[in-house]
């Protein structure tokens, strides 16, 4: 009869053992006296639950196992790849940018306007210094101001942050912030345009927030360096500065409890980041928010305005910004068809450039010409009342 302490990993080997803890005495003799006064009948039966485990789970199962899921590793990277954007024409886009009199410029901000950062694997860097690497470095506010000196030029901070934390950062440039993934939205400050924050989406649900919060608060206690973004419309669990490793087993067992807990009826969705989970309304999608942003710049500066024959959007090649791609591809999002959108192309300008970025860098950056526009996703949108 085997007799197992409950500390060791064998105890999920090992179902007809006894289990003991080694620490409690009256434990351990409780464990051998049951042992020594099992009936034959539950010996056996325990003696064949731990013989089948053995003769089924041999060495060389591990092996093929091992060798099984290796096999699977290259697989899913080979596909990974294949969904790789392939490299940015600089060229393509230089020529654009300069054939072009009318342009949009989306740019995002974590990871994209910022640096991404990988977890500290020394303790001697500090989370002080792991933070301040992800601030805008002001050369790339430099740069945003010569853009915007360009009358032709319209650019658009996209983010899922806070308004505080883009007003904070960006408040001193004549650009658009979108805050909470488009949620809100904040004209650039002109004497002719508002300069307070609008929603674009009416009757957001915000029951949901308290349960999940509770939830995500207690991964922040189980994760150090971890952190809770509180968000008007949304909440994010943000694994960033913490271990790599052990952040994602967190994040794992976080989904787990969300998806039968506190969401399991409510109408919201989980969006997994590189570092983060987040609980956000079902329907805010960064595309559906493009879409409504520029119906709020035709409907404040007119629809020549949103005549663009440029767009350029770059992003942090994460699944969610795929959206926001379609929308400029012309593919269709809210109450827009395919046709509504040439007939807008077709009035707009005759010429037309896209060229969207999935990141900062030319190494993963997707370039193409689309049938859709700027002008074409305004004419399709819904304008904010």
């Known amino acids: 009869m085997h007799m197992i302490k409950q500390l060791v990993s064998a105890t999920l080997s090992r179902p007809g053992s006894i289990l003991v803890n080694p620490w409690n005495i009256n434990d351990v003799a409780a464990a051998i006296e049951d042992a020594l006064t099992m009936s034959e009948e539950e010996r056996r039966e325990r003696h064949r639950q731990n013989y089948m485990h053995v003769a089924t789970h041999t ?9 099984s899921e290796l096999n699977d590793t ?19 886009v230089v020529r654009g940018y300069m054939d072009s009199t009318r342009r949009l410029i989306v740019l995002g901000y974590n990871a994209t306007l910022t640096t991404a950062v990988e977890a500290p694997r020394q303790p001697k860097r500090h989370y002080d210094q792991i933070k301040a690497l992800t601030r805008v470095n002001p050369r790339i506010l430099k740069c945003l101001e010569e853009l915007c000196a360009d009358p032709a030029n319209e650019v658009v901070v996209f983010s899922g942050s806070e308004m505080g934390k883009l007003e904070e950062t960006f408040g001193a440039l004549p650009v658009w912030l979108a805050a909470e993934n488009g949620v809100y939205v904040r004209p650039p400050k002109d004497k002719d345009l508002p300069e307070e924050w609008k929603c674009l989406f009416d009757t957001l649900p915000k029951e949901w927030m308290e349960s999940v919060q509770l939830v995500l608060d207690y991964f922040c206690e189980r994760t150090p360096r971890s952190f809770v973004e509180v968000r008007d419309t949304s909440l994010v669990w943000n694994y960033k500065h913490a271990d790599v490793e052990f952040g994602r087993l967190q994040a794992r067992d976080l989904l787990q409890h969300l998806w039968t807990g506190p969401i399991s009826n409510a109408p919201v969705e989980i969006i997994q980041g590189g570092r983060s989970v987040e609980v956000r309304p079902v329907g805010v999608t960064k595309g559906l928010a493009m879409q409504r942003i520029l119906g709020y710049m035709a409907t404040i500066r007119g629809r020549q305005a949103v005549h663009f024959d440029l767009v350029l959007c770059i992003g942090h090649l994460l699944a969610r910004d795929e959206n926001m791609y379609l929308l400029f591809e012309g593919h269709k999002l809210e109450g827009v068809t395919r046709a509504d959108l040439r007939a807008a192309v077709q009035q707009a300008a005759p010429t037309s450039h896209n060229i ?15 049938t859709g526009s700027a002008a074409a996703a305004a004419a399709g949108g819904q304008t904010p009342p």
């Open 74 to 92: 290259h697989i899913e990277a080979d596909l990974r790849l294949r969904h790789t954007p392939p490299e940015l024409d600089f060229a393509e």
């Open 59 to 67: 060495a060389q199962t591990w092996a093929d196992t091992f060798i």
């Open 356 to 370: 969207s970025s999935s990141t900062p860098t030319p190494a993963a950056a997707a370039a193409g010409a689309g």
